[in-house]
């Protein structure tokens, strides 16, 4: 299997611009999970979907952020607009809700809104 | 809420040495995960531990879970300059997907 494959693996944007990330999960895998990671903040979990039903989005910071799961193989997560503090490497993970619920991680994302 | 705490946050070691890094967290969980994280990289995992007693082992990394004492240690033995990056647990509450993270140790092993 290919990973988890995300896309773009640099973004460069400048503020109020919106900026869109892109997931693929592992197939088979039904969970699938958007992190945050800064050196201020550490690894912050934002939203994550079952089955592609949003489960849990306590994580996501303000109404700027919003994420979607059309589909199993396919998941976004949206910045409108963006802000310089947006700036960090975002992660998108999936897992099997079977169990062990394990999570591979894609090779995230690095914004930097200018 | 689930709170998942890491000590030591840096870990300077020699080649050789070994050491044991401990996370501590707050509820019930029955499931614990860590990660290894290289500089500019993304999350591998290395240990899943799914019951109390729990031991696994992969070279020169054991990790261990006791869900009584909620702790899981993962122990370095004979470090190598390989081993150098940032290691997280990660424990899964009950009844749902999700992980929370700790805070990572970051490890540097000098010869």
């Known amino acids: 299997d290919a990973g988890v494959i995300q896309s773009p693996r640099h973004e460069v944007t400048e503020m109020g611009q919106e900026v869109t990330l892109r997931c693929k999960p592992i197939s088979g895998h039904n969970s699938l999970f958007w992190y945050r990671q800064t050196m201020m903040r550490g690894l912050e979990l934002l939203i994550y979907?079952?089955?592609?039903?949003?489960?849990?989005d306590s994580g996501m910071p303000e109404d700027r952020f919003s994420a979607k799961m059309p589909n199993a193989s396919f998941s976004t997560l949206k910045i409108q607009p963006s802000e310089p503090r947006d700036s960090a490497v975002y992660f998108c993970?999936?897992?099997?809700?079977?169990?062990?619920?394990?999570?591979?991680f894609g090779p995230g994302t690095r914004l930097t809104v200018t | 809420e689930l709170k998942v705490e890491q000590n030591p946050l840096f870990l300077s070691m020699q080649e050789g040495k070994n050491y044991t890094i401990y996370c501590n967290y707050s509820?019930?969980?029955?499931?614990l995960y860590w990660y290894r994280q290289d500089p500019g990289k993304s999350l591998e995992s290395l240990f899943v531990?799914?019951?109390?007693?729990a031991v696994k082992q992969e070279g020169r990394l054991m990790a261990s879970l006791d869900t009584k004492a909620r702790l899981s240690t993962l122990h370095i033995t004979a470090a190598v300059h390989d081993l150098s990056a940032t290691y997280f647990c990660?424990?899964?509450?009950?009844?749902?997907?999700?992980?929370?993270f700790g805070t990572g140790t970051r490890l540097q092993v000098f010869p």
């Open positions: 993970a999936s897992s099997f809700s079977g169990g062990p619920y394990e999570q591979y």
């Open positions: 990660a424990v899964g509450p009950l009844n749902t997907d999700k992980l929370i």
């Open positions: 509820t019930t969980s029955d499931r």
């Open positions: 531990l799914l019951s109390n007693g």
């Open positions: 979907f079952n089955n592609n039903v949003p489960i849990d």
